[in-house]
C-alpha cells in the first residue's frame, strides 16, 4: 500500500488496538469474554458496538474471510 490508502490502514489499525485494549480491560475477569456497561450508559454500549462492527469492516478489507455471511435460507 502506498500513501493514502496506507495511512487510512494505519489508522483503522490504531483504532482497531485502542477498541482491543478497553474491551480487555473491562471484562468482568481474566478469564471472561463478558462486558457489563451499567444501567443508563446504553449510548456507551451502543458505541463499543459500532466501534466493533467498524473494526470488523476494516479488517475485512485485507482478510475477506473474516466476515461470514448467514446461509440462505428457504
Known amino acids: 500500500m502506498i500513501g493514502r490508502n496506507a495511512e487510512t490502514l494505519r489508522i483503522r489499525v490504531g483504532w482497531d488496538l ?8 473491562h ?4 478469564d471472561s469474554a463478558e462486558i457489563v456497561f451499567p444501567r443508563g ?4 454500549a451502543a ?3 459500532s ?3 467498524a473494526s470488523v469492516a476494516a479488517r475485512a478489507t485485507f482478510d475477506p474471510g473474516l ?8
Not at 41 to 44: E, P, Q, S, V
Not at 67 to 74: D, E, F, G, I
Open 27 to 30: 471484562r468482568d475477569g481474566p
Open 67 to 74: 466476515v461470514l455471511t448467514a446461509p440462505s435460507v428457504r
Open 41 to 44: 450508559c446504553d449510548d456507551a
Open 51 to 53: 466501534a466493533a462492527a
Open 18 to 25: 485502542l477498541l482491543y485494549d478497553w474491551l480487555m480491560a
Open 47 to 49: 458505541l463499543v458496538v
